[in-house]
């Protein structure tokens, strides 16, 4: 039974190389920085090893036999992808190599926030490969704890779970949506904003899933803390469907007030004043303790352009 023969190793074939470069094992060694009979020794292994003679000796040093020669362009090439591999894998391990799945809710995807940052993180790290989808909050954060998705953008969370870590980046107040021909907006002169009270007869159009926490769900415990409970007449998975409906005039709802311009033709956006309460934050969820590599210069990069927003001093 035949004994498999070593695996060769990018040393031995340094080795080689030296010693094919300088056709001279006493200056191989020295280049190499060892002493000469134990790189003799290493070349006398690496052709045991193949089975071939690599070099002819001669008196003035070495030279290539036909095998070498062929060994010489295959082990330099081999050389080279390892040292690229290495060059990869440390810019991997720097964050600045890598594919980041990130998830968008619809309303977190109008904010311009969201498409600057992807265009920041792409001029900063252009190896950086950012796989995008959109999905509810629901399903974002179920895709993200179950590690289809790196990180998301949401709104108010959906649903929580103990290896999720929730993290608002900033805040921004909501507006009302109306459709333009709402018989509230008629008269002389259209009103510049209107109270949560004066709309408990109204149809509302809300997004969220049925018993779960969200924006929404606060929007129904404030209008009950103002003494009414709220007409639902449709719930949407996607905030984006809901201006859809609203724009059809099949309701009205409220909404970030970075989606003001929606339908613009069709919606009439408006401030409440007595639902200062409300508030649509800007939330990363993530897996704790797991960001690593490209996925943590992302969310890393995320941090540092929210920082304006979160203190007011966001580019007009």
């Known amino acids: 039974m035949n004994t498999p023969s070593p695996a060769l190793e990018l040393r031995q074939l340094r080795y080689f190389q030296a010693v094919a470069e300088e056709g001279h094992m006493t200056r191989a060694a020295a ?26 000796r001669h008196p003035k040093g070495v030279r290539l036999t036909d095998a070498g020669r062929l060994f010489q362009a295959e082990s330099r ?38 498409p600057a940052a992807l ?3 792409r001029h900063r790290y252009p190896d950086i490969r950012l796989q995008l989808s ?8 179920a895709a993200v704890l179950a590690h289809r998705l790196d990180c998301g953008l949401l709104r108010v969370p959906v649903a929580r779970h103990e290896d999720l870590q929730f993290e608002p980046l900033f805040s921004e107040g909501v507006v009302l949506a109306m459709p333009v021909d709402h018989p509230l907006l008629k008269g002389k002169t259209r009103p510049r904003s209107l109270r949560l009270s004066a709309l408990q007869d109204e149809a509302w159009i809300l997004a969220r899933q049925s018993g779960a926490p969200g924006l929404y769900a606060n929007l129904l415990s404030l209008c009950e803390a103002r003494g009414f409970k709220p007409k639902i007449a449709q719930e949407v998975p996607r905030m984006m469907s809901n201006l859809n409906l609203v724009a059809a005039g099949a309701g009205i709802s409220v909404v970030p007030a970075s989606m003001q311009g929606v339908h613009a033709d069709a919606i009439c956006y408006l401030p409440l004043r007595d639902a200062q309460e409300l508030d649509a934050p800007m939330t ?23 920082l304006p927003w979160k203190t007011g001093a966001a580019p007009s």
């Open 77 to 114: 090439q081999l050389l080279l992808d390892a040292a690229a591999l290495q060059r990869h894998m440390a810019r991997v391990a720097l964050g600045e190599q890598g594919a980041v799945s990130v998830g968008f809710t619809s309303s977190a995807a109008a904010h311009r926030f969201t």
């Open 31 to 56: 280049k190499l920085g060892m002493q000469q009979p134990p790189l003799s020794q290493q070349i006398k292994q690496l052709e045991q090893q193949l089975g071939l003679r690599l070099f002819e």
């Open 119 to 121: 265009r920041e993180c």
């Open 134 to 141: 959109e999905d509810n909050a629901a399903d974002l954060t």
């Open 284 to 306: 990363l969820v993530r897996r704790r303790g797991e960001a690593a590599g490209a996925n943590a210069t992302f969310i890393a990069l995320l941090r540092e352009l929210a």
